[in-house]
């Protein structure tokens, strides 16, 4: 399997303009988790999946982030309007149950820079 | 709530010896399970360590292990035998169940020294 993959790697946008990350997770992995990480807040849970479904979103910003898991196969975090302070490296991680979610998968990582 | 706490900021060790990396955790869960990620320079999330709350042995993964102290909420990540490219950035984690929600602490950065 090619891991967890997320695109783009780099995003630079202007203030105000909508952004699309994207997640595929591991094949078969039921949970699915969406991370921020920024020198000042550390790694931050923004919201995670089970089965599709949205289980907490307790982690979301605000209403500016929404996200998406149509199909087991995809997953994306969309930031509308964006803004100066959205500028981190967001991370997608899947893991599966199956194994007792013992361990979970990250992607490479989306460096935002919104400019 | 679920905390991590990460002490060391940074930590420097010599080459070939070993180094312990401190971790504390508060939770009111009796069921949780507890990771190790490292992040090198280049910025990605690589999954070394797990221990489950039940696990009565401490986990091992070749040149890594866990130090569990249940009763002390502790767990310390021992990295034997450090090489140079196991300078990088160190996470300790907490989740809640299986899969459940996640919670990282501030790393420690960790230079082993040639």
């Known amino acids: 399997d090619a891991g967890v993959i997320q695109s783009p790697r780099h995003e630079v946008t202007e203030m105000g303009q909508e952004v699309t990350l994207r997640c595929k997770p591991i094949s078969g992995h039921d949970y699915l988790f969406w991370y921020r990480q920024t020198m000042m807040r550390g790694l931050e849970l923004l919201i995670y999946?089970?089965?599709?479904?949205?289980?907490?979103d307790s982690g979301m910003p605000e209403d500016r982030f929404s996200a998406k898991m149509p199909n087991a196969s995809f997953s994306t975090l969309k930031i509308q309007p964006s803004e100066p302070r959205d500028s981190a490296v967001y991370f997608c991680?899947?893991?599966?149950?199956?194994?007792?979610?013992?361990?979970?998968?990250f992607g490479q990582g989306t460096r935002l820079t919104v400019v | 709530a679920q905390k991590i706490t990460q002490t060391q900021p940074g930590m420097f060790v010599q080459e070939k010896e070993a180094v312990t990396l401190d971790c504390t955790y508060d939770?009111?869960?009796?069921?949780?399970?507890l990771f190790w990620y490292k992040q090198p320079s280049s910025g990605e999330m690589i999954f070394l360590i797990y221990q489950g709350s039940y696990d009565q042995q401490n986990a091992t993964e070749g040149r890594y292990s866990l130090n569990f102290q249940k009763a002390r909420k502790s767990a310390n990540l021992v990295i034997s035998a450090s090489q140079l490219g196991d300078s990088a950035m160190y996470f300790c984690a907490m989740r809640e169940r299986v899969g459940g929600k996640s919670t990282f602490g501030d790393g420690t950065t960790l230079t082993v020294k040639p």
């Open positions: 991680a899947s893991s599966s149950t199956s194994t007792g979610g013992t361990e979970a998968f």
């Open positions: 999946f089970n089965n599709n479904v949205p289980i907490d």
């Open positions: 939770t009111s869960d009796p069921s949780y399970g």
